[in-house]
Each structure stands twice: as structure tokens, then as C-alpha cells.
């Protein structure tokens, strides 16, 4: 029964996930986010605003999250399509977590250029909600898609992630 108590720190987290207007920014993920908090030296800092029922970034990626030279590593540009994707449950108003990621490299992401993500989500199907991404460059050419599956959870299962 001591593994069902939801620890307060972990219920004040998730009850930050709200929903803001249309335009407006969202809150990070938490400040030490890799993938949005600004108190995370390494991360992304991906600033996150509503579009309509989507979400949108435009992220410039820097010499800290180099693949080949000049060119922005595979798994720094996949962290910013499953992070990006976290911020549709702010609109969703579910606890989600990826359960599965699939993302298309079509061009090279140059680094220190500016970029457009956008992320929808589909119909929320039992426990499973959909979502994709694109990752536009400066000529609005598509240079990477992404798919994922979120599975939603509650806050439970955050307090055992976190052997609370
Ligand atoms: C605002 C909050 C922000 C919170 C998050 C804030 C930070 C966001 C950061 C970005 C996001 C992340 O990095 S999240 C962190 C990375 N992800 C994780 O750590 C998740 C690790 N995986 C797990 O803990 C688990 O596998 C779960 C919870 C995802 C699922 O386990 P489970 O609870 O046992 O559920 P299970 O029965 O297996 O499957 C649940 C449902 O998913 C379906 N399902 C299972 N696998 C698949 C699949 N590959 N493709 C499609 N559907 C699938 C099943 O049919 C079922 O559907 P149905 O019959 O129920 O319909």
C-alpha cells in the first residue's frame, strides 16, 4: 500500500500541467528538463507555445548537440520531437509517458540555424494517444517527421520512477 501514496512533490509536479492560450508559452517540464528546463546546462531549452489544439518551437540546436560536423546529432533532434510531444498533455489534461518514438530523418539539421517544430495529437484510444511532428527549416522544408505512442498513466507511476 506504502507504493500507492502519492508523494507531495510528485502530486505538486503534475498538477503544474495545465493548459495556457492560444500563442501563449508553457511552462517547462520542470526546471532541470533536458529537453525544456532552463536550469539544465546540457538541454535543448526548448520554448514551447500553444497553437491551436498543437504545439509549436522554434529551436535553433548548438555545438553542445553535434552529430557529424555542423550537423545536429540524431538523438538530440529525437529528444526535441518526445519533448515537444510532453507539452500536448498540458493540453490534453492527462499524465502521459512515451511508450514508443519513431522518428524520419530526410535532411541534415544544420546547427546554429533556425528551425519550426509542430506537434498535434490524435484521438485518445483506451490508454494510447497518438501524436506527430514536423521539424521545418527556414525555407518551411520538411527535414524530419516524427510518431510517437503516449501511454497515460497516473501519478503513481511517476513516485515509483522515481523510487519515491
Ligand atoms: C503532462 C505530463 C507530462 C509528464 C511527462 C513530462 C516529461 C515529458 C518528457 C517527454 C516524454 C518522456 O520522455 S516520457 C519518459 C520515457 N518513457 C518512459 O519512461 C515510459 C516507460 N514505460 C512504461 O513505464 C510502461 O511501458 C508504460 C507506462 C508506458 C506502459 O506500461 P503499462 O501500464 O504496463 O501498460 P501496457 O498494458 O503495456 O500498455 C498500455 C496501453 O498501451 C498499448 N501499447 C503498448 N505498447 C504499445 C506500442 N508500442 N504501440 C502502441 N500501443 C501500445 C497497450 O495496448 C495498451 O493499450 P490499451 O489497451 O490500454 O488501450
Redesign the pocket.
Do not use: I
Given at each position: 500500500m506504502g507504493q500507492q501514496t502519492v508523494d507531495p512533490v510528485i502530486a505538486g509536479w503534475?498538477a503544474g500541467?495545465r493548459p495556457v492560450r492560444d500563442g501563449e508559452y508553457f511552462p517547462p517540464?520542470?526546471p532541470g528538463?533536458v529537453?525544456c528546463g532552463p536550469a539544465n546546462p546540457h538541454g535543448l531549452h526548448l520554448a514551447v507555445r500553444r497553437h491551436g489544439e498543437g504545439v509549436q518551437a522554434e529551436h535553433t540546436f548548438d555545438d553542445r548537440h553535434t552529430g557529424a560536423p555542423g550537423v545536429a546529432h540524431g538523438g538530440a533532434v529525437a529528444m526535441a520531437f518526445?519533448?515537444l510531444?510532453?507539452f500536448l498533455?498540458?493540453l490534453l489534461g492527462?499524465?502521459?509517458?512515451?511508450?514508443?518514438l519513431r522518428v524520419s530523418y530526410l535532411a541534415p539539421v544544420r546547427l546554429n540555424a533556425a528551425y519550426m517544430l509542430r506537434a498535434d495529437h490524435g484521438a485518445r484510444?483506451?490508454?494510447?494517444i497518438p501524436v506527430s511532428a514536423e521539424l521545418r527549416n527556414h525555407d518551411n522544408v520538411v527535414v524530419a517527421t516524427a510518431e510517437a505512442?503516449?501511454?497515460v498513466?497516473d501519478t503513481h507511476?511517476?513516485t515509483r520512477?522515481a523510487g519515491r
Open positions: 503534475a500541467f517540464h520542470s528538463c529537453g518526445d519533448d510531444f510532453g498533455l498540458y492527462e499524465l502521459a509517458v512515451t511508450r514508443d484510444v483506451g490508454r494510447r505512442t503516449f501511454v498513466v507511476h511517476f520512477a
